[in-house]
């Protein structure tokens, strides 16, 4: 798993109740822009309109070797592909008040080997100098895969808790420099 962007934010602003994981809805120019690491997701929110949820506000940089298009938009809302059980949970958790949907980070994740077509497996296959077969579909880097979100159901801090967490971490840190300079 490479993991492209996070949104550091997200953990400080909001209390993180549920993860789950999704995949995204992108053009090809789009995908080789987020595995350059062209991606932000300063800002931006899960959404659910009909049924549907959409990473809403993330900003892709176009991709400068692509084709040029005018009507390019970095922050459009992009479909996030969850499974329709998981979609009737997170409807049910989201009547709740006061709960929302964060993404935490993007990144690649492997395809199982269920996934890839018989064609390509039959075109990857090599004879090594024993006769054994071997594939080249094995010898995939970090970056060939499928890009996943995770989002978070998350419910929103107060300013009196994130003080406590400031407070924490600063003694934290205290406590380790007092560790190492011993």
Same mark, same amino acid.
């Given at each position: 798993?490479?993991?492209?962007? &996070?949104?550091?934010?997200?953990?400080?602003?909001?209390?993180?109740?549920?993860?789950?994981?999704?995949?995204?809805?992108?053009?090809?120019?789009?995908? *080789?822009?987020?595995?350059?690491?062209?991606?932000?997701?300063?800002?931006?929110?899960?959404?659910?309109?009909?049924?549907?949820?959409?990473?809403?506000?993330?900003?892709?940089?176009?991709?400068?070797?692509? *084709?040029?298009?005018?009507?390019?938009?970095?922050?459009?809302?992009?479909?996030?592909?969850?499974?329709?059980?998981?979609?009737?949970?997170?409807?049910?958790?989201?009547?709740?008040?006061?709960?929302?949907?964060?993404?935490?980070?993007?990144?690649?994740?492997?395809?199982?080997?269920?996934?890839?077509?018989?064609?390509?497996?039959? &075109?990857? &296959?090599?004879?090594?100098?024993?006769?054994?077969?071997?594939?080249?579909?094995?010898?995939?880097?970090?970056?060939?895969?499928?890009?996943?979100?995770?989002?978070?159901?998350?419910?929103?801090?107060?300013?009196?808790? *994130?003080?406590?967490?400031?407070?924490?971490?600063?003694? *934290?840190?205290?406590?380790?420099?007092?560790?190492?300079?011993?």
């Amino acid at each position: 798993m490479n993991i492209l962007a &996070t949104n550091k934010s997200a953990s400080f602003d909001y209390e993180l109740l549920d993860k789950y994981e999704a995949g995204l809805v992108l053009t090809g120019a789009e995908v *080789k822009s987020i595995k350059t690491g062209h991606i932000s997701l300063k800002g931006s929110f899960v959404t659910l309109h009909s049924g549907e949820l959409y990473l809403t506000n993330a900003n892709i940089s176009p991709y400068p070797f692509a *084709k040029s298009s005018a009507a390019y938009e970095p922050t459009r809302s992009r479909k996030l592909l969850v499974r329709k059980i998981e979609i009737r949970h997170l409807i049910g958790k989201l009547q709740v008040k006061g709960l929302t949907l964060v993404p935490l980070r993007v990144y690649t994740k492997k395809r199982s080997t269920r996934y890839i077509s018989q064609a390509s497996l039959s &075109t990857n &296959t090599k004879f090594s100098a024993a006769g054994n077969k071997t594939s080249n579909s094995n010898r995939r880097s970090e970056m060939d895969g499928l890009i996943k979100l995770e989002f978070a159901l998350a419910k929103g801090k107060k300013a009196y808790d *994130k003080r406590k967490d400031i407070s924490k971490k600063e003694s *934290k840190r205290k406590i380790e420099r007092a560790i190492k300079n011993n």
